[in-house]
């Protein structure tokens, strides 16, 4: 009970305090600058000078959160990635000569091509099978929500749903009993070189299928019906109008899946972590960078990981949002 | 947004049932089993949260239904138990609770578990016999007095009944620091959830509505801003709470507010960005004829730019509560692991690394940190959507 209490406290004092800001400096205004009356028969309003500094005001706490918390970080990093281990000496490009030769960072670069193949690519086929199938049943929408559920689910609680289906002990995990049952002993897929990736992927299609599924479903019903009449009337079989007819017109919303998709997989974290950490041969890069902030404490290498991270991220984002701005005056 | 999320959840295009052509059965059968492999991880870990943990571990969740056997061992009770009646001398008791179990075979042997049926008498040699009933009862007999310290082993087979149980969810919150987990949470996601809301409304109306010098440089900067991956401001961010704490000592390096000034500035670009398009769309008349009557800038903002932005703000506010509650990056890095400030993800892979085979406490666990954004989903799910779609593009 008194730990509840604690918990209101704090949130109602941090919720509190940034709307005290806003009235309180807004109230402040209004009685620095106030209206002057009557002067020599005129009324003097003040307003002109007010609303002169009212948006400052408004826009005042994002400029500095966002000047704190994200312009200054970046550049930070930046400089920080010619830095040594505990940020103090300047090392020029050591730390970028040292991911050449790191097993760790190569390894990690290779599965997270890996990675970016794969899933995006079958979030996407699932998605878009999926969507294509309920629109024709009754149950669609009920199957529609099951497929989509795992999106609300944290990659932490996936992963822990996940290690009961690839568990080695056959009376937990679903996969090791199916194997185990046609007379195998039983295996830690996670260990399996090269494939136990592919298990840790499954994990992240399975949660990405659902997105991937909502957006292509929305586009195929704006594919217009004449067209499919049209298709089907010159004679094309269901599975030709499919790749002839709609795919072609729901191209511009698949882009849009994949990249979003590739973005969370270049950021793909809490999945290894909470799975291999890393292990055998499953490191990706932003674990790694992790890894290397938080157990190996090295500044420098860190920050040249997360650049990496951001350069491999920024292009993808930069069309997504070019996109999102046409679409927007479009509107 | 690109997609117009209306459409969700309208009630799909209808087929007749009738005349179904083996294309269309086979289209059923295939989505059939797609979604009855895409529920059955999170099913299957429903199902077994509520399962006894001794049964967990020995038998599938798949089989939570059905009768499971398994060998186990008892100890009789010693030469202090002994009674005599009618010139024997008897040990008594039982080896489980009665109606818990079921014995299927007994034996004295570690190797050979299954050598006598229940109810048989056992030769133990030089007269002693030892006889297990179903139930559990067991009944040593001896023509002469006991001499043994010891007890005998008893090996038994027993067939377990299905057994649902909540005692993985007490035991979790009574012991393993979860529900105080589950409260730290909601003291992130709240304010982590309502600041960025406020502040980036507050900003979208005045890039929208209001005249200041740099006003289009800035919202091009804070657009440019989404593209920075959280990972790059981690460090700097760590070190500068580092030292902030050192000069200033009512500042913790690990704190609420701390954690939802974080989480705050890296949702604050997507939610400016959004919010800046909605509200730059609403009528320019209401707000025109609004300014005209003498309101404020900050009267037409909170009297009338926040009602009708609600869609929007709601939207918004799903997809960042739903992101700070599955968020384990920032909660690792922003807060210690001390019980009061550890949230549920963080516990929950503490409890994956700890209590690995403690499957009962990962389970129950699991459900409960999932438990909340299941009851948005499936409660809003359309707003859910809706605010799932417009921060697919967050950067962090």
Redesign the interface.
């Known amino acids: 009970m008194e730990r509840m209490l604690n918990a209101i406290v704090a949130i109602v004092f941090g919720v509190g305090l940034m709307l005290l800001y806003f009235y309180g400096s807004n109230w402040l205004l209004d009685r620095l600058l106030p209206d002057q009356g009557l002067v020599n028969g005129v009324f003097q309003s003040r307003e002109k000078q007010r609303e002169r500094i009212r948006p400052w005001l408004f826009v005042g706490p994002a400029l500095v959160i966002l000047g704190v918390y994200l312009v200054y970080p970046a550049v930070q990093t930046l400089f920080l990635s010619f830095f040594d281990s505990d940020g103090e000496a300047f090392v020029g490009l050591a730390n970028y000569e040292r991911a050449l030769g790191d097993s760790r960072f190569v390894e990690s670069i290779g599965n997270n091509i890996l990675w970016l193949i794969f899933v995006p690519t079958f979030s996407v086929i699932f998605g878009l099978v999926i969507a294509v199938l309920a629109d024709r049943v009754s149950w669609g929408n009920i199957a529609k929500s099951l497929i989509f559920m795992p999106m609300a689910i944290s990659f932490v609680g996936a992963s822990v749903i996940w290690k009961f289906v690839y568990a080695i002990n056959p009376d937990i995990g679903l996969l090791n009993a199916i194997y185990t049952g046609g007379g195998n002993e039983s295996i830690d897929v996670l260990q399996i070189p090269f494939w136990n990736s592919f298990f840790l992927m499954l994990i992240l299609v399975w949660i990405q299928t659902g997105f991937a599924m909502v957006l292509l479903s929305a586009a195929l019903r704006g594919v217009p019906e004449e067209t499919l009449e049209a298709a089907r009337i010159d004679g094309a079989n269901e599975v030709q109008t499919f790749f002839r007819i709609m795919v072609p017109q729901i191209m511009g919303t698949i882009f849009v899946v994949w990249t979003t998709i590739v973005i969370t997989v270049l950021k793909v974290f809490d999945i290894v972590l909470a799975m291999t950490n890393g292990n055998w041969n499953t490191q990706v890069m932003a674990n790694l960078m992790f890894d290397q902030m938080f157990r190996a404490f090295d500044t420098g290498y860190a920050s040249f990981l997360a650049l990496v991270i951001m350069v491999a991220v920024v292009p993808i984002m930069v069309v997504n949002i070019r996109r999102m701005n046409r679409e927007e005056a479009m509107r | ?5 209306e ?9 007749p ?1 009738v005349n179904m052509s083996p ?2 059965l086979l ?2 059968l ?3 089993l ?2 009855v492999l ?5 099913f ?2 429903f199902i ?1 949260s509520f399962r006894d943990k001794d049964l ?7 089989t939570a239904l059905s009768v499971t056997e398994r060998g186990e061992a008892a100890r009789t009770g010693t030469d202090e138990d002994q009674v005599e009646e009618n010139g024997a001398w008897f040990i008594r008791g039982e080896v489980f609770p009665a109606g818990e179990k079921e014995v299927q075979a007994f034996g004295i042997r570690s190797t050979e578990p299954e050598t006598w049926a229940p109810g048989e008498s056992a030769d133990l040699g030089d007269g002693m016999t030892l006889t297990v009933q179903a139930d559990g009862r067991y009944e040593l007999r001896s023509p002469v007095e006991f001499d043994m310290n010891r007890g005998r082993r008893i090996y038994f087979r027993a067939a377990v009944p299905p057994k649902f149980t909540l005692s993985n969810y007490e035991e979790i919150l009574d012991t393993e620091g979860v529900d ?1 987990a589950f ?2 949470t ?2 992130v996601t ?2 982590a959830t ?2 960025p809301i ?3 409304a ?2 979208a ?3 929208s509505w ?3 010098p740099g ?1 289009q440089l ?1 919202f091009a900067v ?2 440019g ?16 709470y580092n030292q902030v704490s050192h000069i200033l000592p009512f500042f913790e390096a690990k704190s ?2 701390g954690i ?3 989480h ?3 949702g ?2 997507l939610a ?1 960005f959004l919010l800046r ?1 909605y509200i730059a ?1 609403l009528p320019k008349e209401i707000i025109e004829s609004a300014r005209i009557d003498g309101a ?3 009267q037409t ?1 909170t009297r009338l730019i926040l009602p009708l932005s609600m869609p929007a703000l709601a939207s918004f506010a799903i997809f960042q509560f ?1 992101w700070v ?5 920032v909660a ?1 890095v922003f807060l210690s692991k001390d019980p ?1 400030q550890i949230v ?2 963080s516990q ?2 503490e409890l ?1 690394g700890s209590r ?1 085979d403690n ?1 009962e406490i ?2 129950s ?2 459900f409960v ?2 438990l909340v ?2 009851i ?3 409660a809003l ?1 359309r707003y ?2 809706r605010g ?2 417009a921060g ?2 967050k ?1 962090g």
Do not use: C
Not at chain 2, 1 to 5: F, G
Not at chain 2, 8 to 15: A, E, P, W
Not at chain 2, 225 to 240: A, D, E, G, N, T
């Open positions: 947004m690109s997609v117009r999320m459409k969700v959840g309208d009630t799909s295009m209808q087929l049932l294309g269309a289209a059923r295939a989505l059939l797609i979604v895409w529920t059955i991880p999170t299957g870990l077994s967990l571990a020995v038998s599938g969740w798949w105080q409260i730290n909601f003291t709240i304010p309502i600041i406020a502040i980036a507050f900003a109306y005045a890039f209001t005249e200041f006003r800035l804070v657009v801003l989404l593209v920075v991956p959280l990972q790059m401001s981690l460090i700097p961010l760590l070190r500068m609420y507010p939802w000034l974080a705050a500035g890296f604050l670009p400016i398009n769309g404020s800038h900050f903002f739903l509650w599955n968020d384990l990056l690792l009061d549920m993800t929950l892979r994956l690995g499957w990962l389970t666990s699991a940190s999932i954004p299941l948005v989903f499936f799910q859910f959507v799932l779609l697919s593009v950067g």
